[in-house]
Structures are given as structure tokens and as C-alpha cells.
């Protein structure tokens, strides 16, 4: 199992940083974090409670409208 450091912590959903579905893995403070824009500035973290990075990816997809539901 993973480490509970090793587990992502916040996901950004920053409108102006979804600029493709790929994340980048960056840091946040002393945690890990996902967002597709890593150089972008202002991210708007939310906190994921720590989760593996499939299933952040999946979260992050939710929050930004990206999951199956937005696809219709
Ligand atoms: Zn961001």
C-alpha cells in the first residue's frame, strides 16, 4: 500500500487552468497535489482527503465536468 504521503491531497479545478485533461503531479505545502496547468498561478485547490492518483484523476474530472455525466 502507499504511503499516506504518497496519496493526493488536493486537486486544482481552477477554470483558467483547464487547459487539457492532462494533470500534472505538483506539490502543495507538504502534499500532493494534480493540476493540469502547473504553471499557472492561483490554483483553487480542493481537498481530496488523500486519494490514490487514479482515483484523484477521477475526482478532479468530476469537479471540472469532465466525467461521463458531462459528456452527453
Ligand atoms: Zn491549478
Known amino acids: 500500500m ?4 504518497d496519496l493526493i491531497h488536493y ?3 481552477a477554470p483558467s487552468h483547464r487547459r487539457t485533461a492532462d494533470l500534472g503531479l505538483t506539490r502543495n505545502g507538504e502534499r500532493w497535489a ?5 504553471i499557472g498561478r492561483d490554483h483553487e485547490w480542493q481537498d481530496t482527503g488523500g486519494l490514490e492518483v487514479s482515483a484523484a484523476v477521477a475526482r478532479w474530472q468530476e469537479l471540472v465536468g ?3 455525466r458531462a459528456a452527453a
Not at 2 to 5: G, L, M, P, T, V
Not at 34 to 38: E, I, R
Open 66 to 68: 469532465l466525467g461521463a
Open 34 to 38: 494534480l493540476c493540469p496547468d502547473l
Open 11 to 13: 486537486v486544482c479545478t
Open 2 to 5: 502507499a504511503d499516506r504521503n
